[in-house]
């Protein structure tokens, strides 16, 4: 079984710029995860999709976070304009089902560093 | 702003003794407990998981603890590896949200 695809997987930009970010999850994995992990700490939500709606977004700042999953499958969240502290490990992750009580499966990452 | 990344609690043992990674988690309304391993490079992969009707669970070299009273998680590795040098997170969920994760604990094992 193919895993959780991410690219690109390093991305160098500067502030002020924009950058987006591709994820292709699990086939037959309704649910799509984007977390931020800041070097040191653990993963953080930024949006949770069900199918191609949103569940929890509550955690993305939506002034300059945007992600989407028009057809249910693949996914993309861009920054636009990036900030210094938008420098991270953006990870996707899927999953079978809504609920973190259904194993989530993690991409590898795209670490972003802002100038 | 700027990265200001925590320094990762660290845990070294030696090859083949056992290790224990611990961690508190905040609601008590959580019902579903994950421990993930991240490889440098990687994202988390999962290692176990627990419900919290339940107080162990064991699999392959690893077993799960939970005390709900103390809010309380431990993650056990018998015959500690070399390929078990990693970060390790617990993670927690409350109904049907997304998981939680803690902050990490670096393990190194010394051949």
């Known amino acids: 079984e193919a895993g959780v695809a991410q690219s690109p997987r390093y991305k160098i930009i500067e502030k002020r710029q924009s950058v987006a970010f591709w994820c292709n999850p699990i086939?037959?994995?309704?649910?799509l995860y984007w977390y931020q992990q800041i070097l040191g700490q653990g993963p953080k939500l930024l949006i949770q999709?069900?199918?191609?709606?949103?569940?929890?977004d509550s955690q993305l700042p939506k002034d300059r976070f945007s992600a989407e999953r028009l057809k249910g499958v693949d996914s993309t969240l861009k920054i636009q304009p990036a900030k210094l502290e938008d420098s991270a490990v953006y990870l996707c992750?899927?999953?079978?089902?809504?609920?973190?009580?259904?194993?989530?499966?993690f991409g590898p990452g795209t670490r972003l560093t802002v100038t | 702003g700027e990265n200001v990344g925590l320094h990762l609690p660290t845990l070294s043992v030696q090859e083949g003794d056992n290790s224990i990674i611990n961690c508190a988690y905040s609601n008590s309304a959580s019902d579903y407990f994950i421990w993930y391993k991240q490889e440098s490079g990687k994202g988390p992969q999962f290692i176990i998981d627990i419900r919290s009707n339940m107080d162990k669970r064991q699999g392959q070299r690893v077993t799960v603890l939970l005390n709900k009273t103390v809010k309380h998680l431990s993650l056990q590795i018998a015959a500690t590896q070399p390929g078990d040098s990693a970060v390790y997170f617990c993670?927690?969920?409350?109904?049907?949200?997304?998981?939680?994760f803690g902050s990490g604990t670096r393990l190194q094992v010394q051949p």
């Open positions: 992750a899927s999953s079978y089902r809504q609920g973190g009580s259904y194993e989530q499966y």
């Open positions: 993670a927690e969920n409350a109904g049907r949200r997304a998981l939680t």
């Open positions: 086939s037959g994995h309704a649910t």
């Open positions: 999709f069900q199918n191609n709606g949103v569940v929890d």
